[in-house]
């Protein structure tokens, strides 16, 4: 069992900028590829960013491409999401979420992620 924590969300104005964490307790952190989602009110959850387990390949929805990065720590068992220049379009819960011990190593569906944490909440205004 993994459990995921992520910490980070808040309210900031358009153009500024917003670090998320994702604390992960449980098994082989390193073993599992990590991904961040969101979902804004009345829409889908959406793919935002991934990150493989060793942490060498990263990648993005095209519309945070150059604006979000995620990283790494498979030392502390975190994963981060560093995201600038926020519009009001990116207000949504996010979310953390993780593969399976040896699973997909580079998934973007919500279905080939197993463990999801609860959700912070980021708020961008205009």
């Known amino acids: 069992q993994v459990q995921l924590v992520e910490s980070g969300g808040g309210l900031v104005q358009a153009g500024g900028s917003l670090r998320l964490s994702c604390a992960a307790s449980?098994?082989?952190?390193?073993?599992?590829?990590m991904g961040w989602f969101r979902q804004a009110p009345g829409k889908e959850r959406e793919f935002v960013a991934g990150?493989?387990?060793?942490?060498?390949?990263?990648y993005y929805a095209d519309y945070v491409k150059g604006l979000f990065t995620i990283s790494r720590d498979n030392v502390k068992n975190t994963v981060s999401l560093q995201m600038s220049s926020l519009k009001p379009k990116d207000t949504a819960v996010y979310y953390c979420a993780a593969t399976k011990t040896w699973g997909w190593d580079t998934p973007r569906a919500g279905s080939e992620y197993d463990y999801w944490g609860q959700g912070t909440q980021v708020t961008v205004s205009s």
């Open positions: 990150i493989t387990r060793n942490g060498g390949t990263t």
């Open positions: 449980g098994r082989a952190f390193s073993t599992r590829a």
